[in-house]
Nanobody, 124 residues
Framework: QVQLVESGGGLVQAGGSLRLSCAAS????????MGWFRQAPGKEREFVAA???????YYADSVKGRFTISRDNAKNTVYLQMNRLKPEDTAVYYC??????????????????WGQGTQVTVSS
């Protein structure tokens, strides 16, 4: 079992930055592949970024070059650094964990554990 708690969301102007954190509790955090997803009102949950246990990273085309996912296994934490934010980045952002079988999956159904989400609002 893994429990995930996101933090760091808020209101920011377009062009600004935010860093989201996801603190994990439970065993074997370092063996999980971690992902960030987001969901805007009226839209489906979409993939943002993923990181493997070996720190390989993957991004949605819409955030590539602006967002960076990273993890600190000593702190059981995964981060999402978001730069040059746009109004279309406004959404609830969720942290998720999955096992090796689905590592780097971009499909939310392949992730087993989820946080409660944190709101990110980008004003124009």
């Amino acid at each position: 079992q893994v429990q995930l708690v996101e933090s760091g969301g808020g209101l920011v102007q377009a062009g600004g930055s935010l860093r989201l954190s996801c603190a994990a509790s439970g065993r074997s955090f370092s063996s999980y592949c971690m992902g960030w997803f987001r969901q805007a009102p009226g839209k489906e949950r979409e993939f943002v970024a993923a990181i493997t246990w070996s720190d390989s990273t993957y991004y949605a085309d819409s955030v590539k070059g602006r967002f960076t996912i990273s993890r600190d296994n000593a702190k059981n934490t995964v981060y999402l650094q978001m730069n040059r934010l746009k109004p279309e980045d406004t959404a609830v952002y969720y942290c998720a964990a999955t096992t090796a079988l689905y590592c780097t999956s971009r499909y939310h159904g392949d992730y087993t554990y989820w946080g409660q989400g944190t709101q990110v609002t980008v004003s124009s």
